[in-house]
């Protein structure tokens, strides 16, 4: 068994780790900049699902990875609108409209795969790498980690920077504010409804880059509930990781752990049933709620539209 | 509130209210539907025609009565405000009791006997399965729409490896259970092919109907479901009712897959996912959370899934269209009842109870303050019991 564990085991060990982490980490920090902000978006397996197919189809047409990146971003802002006209606006119920969105993201996507591609599913093969010099010829980390993709350094530039938005800035204060307390938001001059708009667009940009890196990266293709409740585990890890973009991150390479430890175990010579593989990042996402359930905290006016002048 | 309003016009403003976003969504979806490339005359005529003429309207009952149970499941739960969205799950274990241990009694007693028998351990399995959501719940206050759905996905887990495990049988190639022979299924309505699911479904319907708004026990659910902390003070015991519910809930999800698959599939599949409870829930908001008038709705879809199926594939669609319809109902749903609330026209679909419920429930001061958020949601159930 020790001599499975050879530099080139470990080195694509990794490399899965971080390529399941990914997707997941980027839909958890837009879930958590929307939760921040008092949106609390049910929806994101729909949204991801738009995301990952509207940017399966760009690279396909364009045949650019980077184009497919933006049209999932563009495909989550489109799917979030939905959460930012009914719920931010009219304030009515966000887990019905939730629901609602997940619902239609999953039939939507499915039905235009399974017109457009049946006869002929197209697989996207591997981005381009971008090997930073000096780094990536180091043995083992090299390859996996500075091997990555351009949109894997991307994706964790934009978390980092928003980790730091988030705890450092005006916006960010205002963003957690209109999740804690609206109404001295409101009272010290600033508007929920913008702060709130701005926190789910955004969210919804980053849940379609997290469906977008799932479908070029992840499984470099697209299959009807690609998802598969990942967007429900980005929620939960939201929940336990108390709004903590930092924390956020680190959960999900927790998660993407659990997946790739499948496939690993194969390879050293345990044959797992793929059931279990499925199943095992929910067990232990439920085994963090029974163990953690006391700390998820979230914030107080999560769920509830902001009315200016109801108490 | 509207206080002189006769019962009549309440009703029909109900109604209005209720039929008004089935329509919208209907023609979205058509919208939808020829925004990418299909006919939607196609598709309704084929609804109508499959879903109805001939015989196929039998074909529609039978998958009432999964539905029914579904939907009074879905109720018993959404009643107490818990949000139980693990049906996916629940349902699956309930199947796989059916069409897993089934052929095994069936072969050691009679069928009569054998039947009663996977139905008690169908529900039980459901029942179980949905305590770790509900202690969580009661305990924490963890939101149970996050825990339910995450023990959902490893429900469908445990079912595949039962199929591909010790359910499996061996005689096929592809992962699924034994067929149960017709004489062990449910019997038919006599003169029909409608199995004795279809009666059980609206017998329960009925009966949850009148435990819940005629008993005790019914108003006990209300008053929790209205404000956990009012029950704390009357001396409900909160973490009792909310596994209780949870556990009702939960066992007559199960249930409903036991009958489905002893009165309609006769055996079940790996990764076979009917997704029944995704359909039904827009339903039971729209019923207003009251079992005998969830029966009209599952009609309507129960026409518009038999139909729809045969009908997407003729129009060049997908089954999975069907989520589309339902997620805009749910949307039209939410968008009637603002236009609603302006105009004063009646009650919310959506209880307070859905707004504060992702506040822990037991324990959080902000309890009170969230729930004011909107005027006129007030729940119906409520408000059946006052004097007009």
């Known amino acids: 068994m020790s001599d499975m564990l050879t530099a080139a085991f470990v080195t694509?060990?990794?490399?899965?780790?971080?390529?399941?982490?990914?997707?997941?980490?980027?839909?958890?920090?837009g879930e958590t900049i929307g939760e921040q902000a008092g949106v609390l978006n049910l929806g994101i397996e729909g949204v991801m699902l738009i995301g990952a197919y509207s940017a399966f189809v760009a690279t396909l047409v364009s045949g650019s990875f980077w184009v497919g990146v933006l049209a999932g971003i563009v495909g989550g802002i489109v799917g979030n609108l939905a959460m930012l006209v009914l719920n931010v606006w009219l304030g009515l119920n966000q887990i019905v409209i939730g629901l609602?969105?997940?619902?239609?993201?999953?039939?939507?996507?499915?039905?235009?795969?399974?017109?457009?591609?049946?006869?002929?599913?197209?697989?996207?093969?591997?981005?381009?790498?971008?090997?930073?010099?000096?780094?990536?010829?180091?043995?083992?980390i090299g390859p996996s980690l500075f091997g990555q993709t351009g949109i894997f350094w991307i994706a964790v530039i934009v978390a980092l920077g928003l980790a730091f938005a988030m705890a450092r800035t005006n916006w960010g204060l205002s963003t957690r504010s209109a999740g804690q307390k609206p109404s001295s938001l409101d009272a010290a001059g600033g508007s929920v409804m913008r702060t709130r708009s701005i926190a789910v667009l955004l969210s919804g940009a980053l849940v379609g880059f997290g469906g977008a890196y799932l479908s070029l990266i992840t499984t470099a293709t697209f299959s009807p509930m690609l998802t598969n409740g990942l967007g429900f585990i980005a929620i939960v890890i939201t929940m336990l990781s108390r709004g903590r973009i930092l924390v956020v991150m680190i959960t999900s390479l927790v998660y993407g752990l659990a997946v790739a430890i499948?496939?690993?175990?194969?390879?050293?010579?345990?044959?797992?049933?793929?059931?279990?593989?499925?199943?095992l990042p929910f067990i232990i996402v439920i085994l963090m709620l029974i163990v953690f359930a006391r700390s998820s905290v979230v914030p107080p006016a999560l769920g509830t539209p902001y009315t200016r002048g109801a108490r | 509130?509207?206080?002189?309003?006769?019962?009549?016009?309440?009703?029909?403003?109900?109604?209005?209210?209720?039929?008004?976003?089935?329509?919208?969504?209907?023609?979205?979806?058509?919208?939808?539907?020829?925004?990418?490339?299909?006919?939607?005359?196609?598709?309704?005529?084929?609804?109508?025609?499959?879903?109805?003429?001939?015989?196929?309207?039998?074909?529609?009952?039978?998958?009432?009565?999964?539905?029914?149970?579904?939907?009074?499941?879905?109720?018993?739960?959404?009643?107490?405000?818990?949000?139980?969205?693990?049906?996916?799950?629940?349902?699956?274990?309930?199947?796989?009791?059916?069409?897993?241990?089934?052929?095994?009694?069936?072969?050691?007693?009679?069928?009569?006997?054998?039947?009663?028998?996977?139905?008690?351990?169908?529900?039980?399995?459901?029942?179980?399965?949905?305590?770790?959501?509900?202690?969580?719940?009661?305990?924490?206050?963890?939101?149970?729409?996050?825990?339910?759905?995450?023990?959902?996905f490893i429900a469908v887990g445990v079912v595949n490896l039962l199929?591909?495990?010790?359910?499996?049988?061996?005689?096929?190639?592809?992962?699924?259970?034994?067929?149960?022979?017709?004489?062990?299924?449910?019997?038919?309505?006599?003169?029909?092919?409608?199995?004795?699911?279809?009666?059980?479904?609206?017998?329960?319907?009925?009966?949850?109907?009148?435990?819940?708004?005629?008993?005790?026990?019914?108003l006990r659910v209300d008053i929790f479901g209205a404000s956990p902390k009012a029950a704390r003070h009357v001396g409900l015991n909160s973490t009792w009712m909310v596994?209780?519910?949870?556990?009702?809930?939960?066992?007559?999800?199960?249930?409903?897959?036991?009958?489905?698959?002893?009165?309609?599939?006769?055996?079940q599949r790996a990764d076979w996912d009917p997704r029944y409870g995704d359909a039904v829930m827009p339903l039971v908001f729209l019923a207003r959370f009251r079992p005998v008038a969830a029966i009209p709705f599952v009609a309507f879809y129960a026409v518009l899934a038999t139909g729809g199926t045969l009908a997407a594939q003729q129009a060049g669609l997908n089954v999975d269209f069907l989520l589309v319809i339902v997620g805009l109902i749910l949307l039209f749903m939410t968008i009637t009842e603002y236009i609603g609330d302006r105009r004063r026209l009646g009650q919310s679909y959506v209880p307070a109870g859905l707004r504060r419920t992702v506040l822990k429930p037991f324990?959080?001061?902000?309890?009170?303050?969230?729930?004011?958020?909107?005027?006129?949601?007030?729940?119906?159930?409520?408000?059946?019991?006052?004097p007009v």
């Open chain 2, 243 to 267: 596994i209780l519910l949870f556990a009702l809930s939960s066992g007559l999800i199960a249930f409903a897959g036991s009958i489905d698959i002893l009165g309609q599939f006769t055996y």
């Open chain 2, 363 to 386: 324990l959080g001061s902000s309890v009170a303050s969230s729930s004011a958020g909107t005027s006129g949601t007030e729940n119906r159930s409520a408000s059946e019991r006052t």
């Open chain 2, 163 to 218: 199929i591909k495990g010790i359910f499996k049988d061996p005689g096929v190639t592809t992962p699924q259970t034994a067929v149960i022979p017709d004489d062990e299924l449910l019997p038919y309505i006599p003169g029909t092919q409608i199995h004795i699911g279809f009666v059980i479904a609206i017998v329960l319907a009925v009966v949850a109907q009148f435990v819940l708004s005629r008993t005790s026990f019914g």
């Open chain 1, 100 to 140: 609602a969105v997940t619902l239609i993201g999953e039939g939507i996507t499915s039905v235009l795969y399974l017109q457009n591609y049946t006869k002929s599913p197209a697989s996207l093969g591997a981005a381009p790498k971008l090997a930073i010099p000096g780094l990536s010829d180091i043995p083992v």
């Open chain 2, 1 to 152: 509130m509207n206080t002189e309003t006769s019962a009549a016009r309440r009703f029909a403003e109900g109604f209005i209210r209720a039929v008004v976003p089935v329509l919208l969504a209907l023609i979205v979806s058509a919208f939808v539907m020829m925004a990418i490339g299909a006919s939607p005359l196609e598709f309704f005529a084929g609804v109508w025609k499959y879903g109805i003429t001939g015989n196929n309207w039998q074909r529609s009952l039978v998958l009432m009565a999964p539905l029914v149970i579904v939907a009074v499941g879905l109720i018993v739960a959404f009643r107490g405000q818990l949000w139980n969205l693990g049906y996916n799950g629940q349902y699956l274990l309930g199947a796989v009791v059916a069409s897993g241990l089934g052929p095994i009694l069936f072969d050691v007693m009679p069928a009569f006997l054998a039947t009663i028998v996977v139905f008690i351990v169908a529900v039980l399995a459901g029942a179980v399965w949905s305590l770790i959501p509900a202690i969580l719940k009661a305990r924490y206050g963890t939101n149970e729409i996050i825990t339910s759905l995450v023990m959902s």
């Open chain 1, 262 to 279: 499948g496939p690993a175990l194969q390879v050293i010579g345990f044959t797992v049933p793929a059931d279990i593989i499925k199943m």
């Open chain 1, 12 to 29: 694509v060990f990794i490399a899965t780790v971080l390529s399941q982490a990914m997707p997941l980490m980027l839909a958890a920090v």
